[in-house]
């Protein structure tokens, strides 16, 4: 059984590669694979998955894979969520928000993603490595990091994205704009899985998005948590998810919030 430490140096080593592509592509001219009416597909997006995915297989070949662009692979008793690009229109049109992020959890069908291992999410314009061992803490480029606790939603400063499915612009208006109105500010990045780490990192107060993918949020639920946070996704149509993750303070209102929308 690989100890959190182990999992942990693979998951950097698999980010710090697919971060070496980001950076050698970012700001040239990019091979489109495919555009569609709201996202856009790079070739950038699939040779970061294969190089995560090579990292992981030589180490633990029988672990199972599920990865955005080349969907998933059965095996052991573990499996990693794995997002190569997250913000990957951000890094089509040159704005510099985006990361690769990873997570190995042991499978549990009793609990939502499983038993939480390990999370990893690099952010390569800022070169920034966040950390997440579930039960150890988080760290950014080795340092402790704790999320912001505040005294009320009034003091917050929440990041969203308008998020993807046929609900999403109700649940913008009815869920994200609401409690903006109750938040000190609201940010519209487009990186969920960085978005989430900056959460974990005590910058942003809370995380608010509807239509992600497990694996947009499988490190960043470890790193929220393991920094004092709190996640709650619930399950919305076509296999995705509406999110909170955030300080303890504030969790209750933005998941009753989520919890609440009728989707
Ligand atoms: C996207 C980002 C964005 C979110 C979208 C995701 P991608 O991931 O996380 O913040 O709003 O729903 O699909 O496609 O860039 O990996
Ligand atoms: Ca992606």
Redesign the pocket.
Same mark, same amino acid.
């Given at each position: 059984m690989p100890s959190l430490e182990e999992l942990a140096k693979t998951a950097m080593e698999a980010a710090s590669a697919a971060g070496s592509i980001q950076k050698e592509k970012f700001g040239n001219p990019l091979n489109v694979d495919a555009k569609m009416t709201d996202?856009i597909k790079l070739e950038a997006d699939r040779l970061c998955e294969k190089a995560i995915i090579d990292t992981i297989r030589a180490r633990y070949p029988a672990h199972a894979i599920m990865a955005?662009e080349s969907g998933s692979a059965e095996g052991s008793d573990y499996i990693w969520y794995i $997002?190569p690009?997250?913000?990957?229109?951000n890094f089509f049109y040159g704005i510099p928000y985006f990361c690769t992020t990873l997570a190995c959890y042991r499978k549990n069908p009793a609990v939502f993603l499983g038993d939480p291992l390990v999370g990893v999410t690099y952010a390569p314009p800022t070169n920034e490595m966040f950390i997440g061992m579930a039960g150890f803490g988080a760290t950014l480029n080795g340092k402790p990091v704790q999320v912001r606790e505040e005294p009320a939603l009034e003091e917050s400063l929440l990041v969203s994205?308008?998020?993807?499915g046929g609900n999403k612009l109700r649940f913008t208006r009815e869920v994200t704009l609401s409690l903006s109105e109750h938040s000190r500010k609201t940010r519209n990045?487009?990186?969920?899985?960085y978005?989430m780490a900056n959460v974990a990192a005590g910058r942003a107060s809370g995380f608010v998005?509807y239509?992600?993918?497990a694996w $947009?949020v499988a490190a960043g639920k470890i790193l929220v948590e393991a920094a004092g946070g709190a996640f709650f996704a619930k399950p919305v149509p076509n296999g995705k998810l509406a999110v909170v993750a955030s300080g303890k303070n504030i969790h209750a209102q933005l998941k009753a919030a989520v919890d609440g929308f009728e989707v």
């Open positions: 996202d955005e $997002d690009l997250d913000g990957t229109v994205a308008y998020g993807s990045l487009g990186a969920a899985a978005d998005e239509g992600v993918n $947009d």
